[in-house]
């Protein structure tokens, strides 16, 4: 019979091999995103001119997906960004990245979620190797 330990009662090397599996994992994620994803994408200003309220928002937090207006190349194009901001975002600009072989692909230029999972996966990373060192003193 094949008896597996939960994950919340793993502890010594499994642990710490699930932990640099998935702190490596978090940085590959993070540093693809952040710098090759958008690697050639051009930065531009967009004004969010439509809000479309997003599925799931509560009375006192409701989120929106923007569609915005931006210039790429002398041409006027109007698309959906993906991402969700508040109500008051309405008329405002934001700065945004656009792929000049296919500028309707867009992003935001924040560079936040990308940071966040090279600095988490690290961390993991760190806590893995301390687990395993640390041990064998």
Not at 20 to 37: K, N
Not at 51 to 59: A, I, P, T
Not at 99 to 127: K, M
Request: charged fraction near 20%; aromatic fraction near 8%; proline fraction near 4%.
């Amino acid at each position: 019979m094949n008896q597996t330990k939960p994950l919340a009662k793993m502890t010594g090397a499994g642990l710490a091999l699930l932990l640099l599996i998935t702190g490596l994992a978090m940085v590959s994620m993070g540093v693809y995103a952040g710098f090759f994803r958008l690697s050639g994408y051009e930065k531009t200003t967009a004004i969010v001119v439509a809000l479309e309220e997003k599925d799931g928002s509560d009375h006192n937090n409701r989120v929106y997906t923007p569609t915005v207006t931006y210039t790429a190349d002398g041409t006027e194009y109007t698309e959906v960004l993906e991402t969700y901001v508040r109500e008051e975002t309405l008329g405002t600009e934001i700065k945004i990245l656009y792929d000049p072989a296919n500028p309707s692909e867009i992003s935001v230029d924040t560079p936040g979620a990308s940071i966040y999972l090279v600095l988490v996966g690290a961390a993991l990373c760190a806590v893995s190797v301390y687990r395993t060192v640390g041990k064998k003193k």
